[in-house]
């Protein structure tokens, strides 16, 4: 059974940062694409940041240079490393797991990010 647990968000200042953790558990860790997306109130999902197998990234054009997506496959891990958060950054963040090859992605439970003003 895949699992996937998120961990690391709360509450912040604006200009802050978080590092959010998520670590997978029941799948081959090494070929899995990994991504963080995220749910504002009121508004749909969003991807905010995505890393291969192979470690490329893509980020959301309107986070570039404030988040950083990473992978430790050692310990099945991928992190966010979220700074000079915005307000705008609230909201509950998802991580996601896609195996190469297999349509159908995993996600985890959330965990919710509160940036103060």
């Known amino acids: 059974q895949v699992q996937l647990q998120a961990c690391g968000g709360g509450l912040v200042q604006a200009g802050g940062s978080l590092k959010l953790s998520c670590a997978a558990s029941?799948?081959?860790?090494?070929?899995?694409?990994m991504g963080w997306y995220r749910q504002a109130p009121g508004k749909q999902r969003e991807m905010v940041a995505v890393i291969t197998s192979w470690g490329s990234t893509n980020y959301a054009d309107s986070l570039k240079g404030r988040f950083t997506i990473s992978r430790d496959d050692a310990k099945n891990t991928v992190h966010l490393q979220m700074n000079s958060l915005k307000p705008e950054d609230t909201g509950v963040y998802y991580c996601?797991?896609?195996?190469?090859?297999?349509?159908?992605?995993?996600w985890g439970q959330g965990t919710k990010v509160t940036v103060s003003s």
């Open positions: 029941g799948i081959i860790f090494s070929i899995v694409n």
């Open positions: 996601r797991a896609l195996q190469v090859g297999s349509p159908d992605p995993y």
